[in-house]
């Protein structure tokens, strides 16, 4: 069985929480070993479980806040019609 990327996104989850049938992990596996853009959410998505499960606090820069509302708000004029 070959999969292509948006297969594997769909499979992260379960990859990660080691729920994925023999054949579907041995499948998902053989192309996290070649594909750098897989691997990379593979981690991205590791990383946030792992700081998400931490209770530690994280300070974020002065003003961040407003600049993340702003983008958003900005991103959503850019959506609506």
């Known amino acids: ?9 769909n499979y992260i989850s379960e990859y990660l929480d080691g729920a994925l049938p023999d054949e ?3 499948t998902v596996q053989k192309h ?3 594909c ?18 931490d209770d530690r606090i994280f300070e974020l ?3 961040f806040s407003e600049r993340l509302h702003a983008r ?10």
């Open 61 to 63: 820069p002065v003003g």
């Open 1 to 9: 069985m070959v999969i292509d990327c948006k297969h594997v996104w």
């Open 32 to 34: 996290l070993d070649h």
């Open 24 to 26: 579907t992990r041995d």
């Open 72 to 81: 958003i708000d900005l991103e959503f004029m850019r959506i609506e019609p």
């Open 36 to 53: 750098e853009i897989c691997s990379a959410v593979l981690d991205s998505t590791r990383n946030v479980i792992i700081l998400t499960a």
